[in-house]
């Protein structure tokens, strides 16, 4: 049962969809209302959360079956993705506004999470 949440989780590409999903909705939520900010990692969400480092790792391993730096890098890629729809923004403008510091380091991210460079989205 553990395996099945965990993929469908991990299909709906982090979105979280039904009731029982309150604790992911309120991760995103938070890792939305920070998505610019890049220095906002692991500690800051717990302490937003409420709840230790390591409770939050072991909810988000449980549920979506991924550590909590990547379901927020996870948030942050699929943020860029559809940033990047909008022909009027380049890909360093989207790096900065989904939290990367490096625009080359965003292109390595989203092309092993997608499996396109963040320029072929645009086709």
């Known amino acids: 049962m553990r395996r099945q949440l965990q993929q469908k989780y991990q299909s709906a590409n982090g979105h979280a969809r039904?009731?029982?999903?309150?604790?992911?909705?309120?991760?995103?939520?938070?890792v939305e209302a920070?998505?610019?900010e890049p220095d906002f990692g692991v500690?800051?969400?717990s302490r937003e959360i409420g709840i230790s480092?390591?409770?939050v790792h072991r909810k988000l391993k449980a549920l979506a079956d991924v550590s909590t730096s990547q379901y927020i890098r996870i948030i942050r890629l699929n943020k860029a993705y559809e940033l990047l729809k909008d022909p009027e923004l380049n890909i360093s403008e989207v790096a900065y506004q989904v939290g990367f510091k490096d625009p080359?380091?965003?292109s390595r991210a989203f092309s092993?999470?997608?499996?396109?460079?963040?320029?072929?989205?645009r086709n």
């Open 104 to 106: 080359s380091h965003f």
């Open 112 to 121: 092993q999470q997608f499996g396109m460079a963040p320029n072929e989205t």
């Open 18 to 30: 039904e009731p029982e999903d309150a604790f992911l909705r309120k991760v995103r939520q938070i």
């Open 43 to 45: 500690e800051q969400l």
């Open 53 to 55: 480092r390591v409770q």
């Open 34 to 36: 920070n998505l610019e």
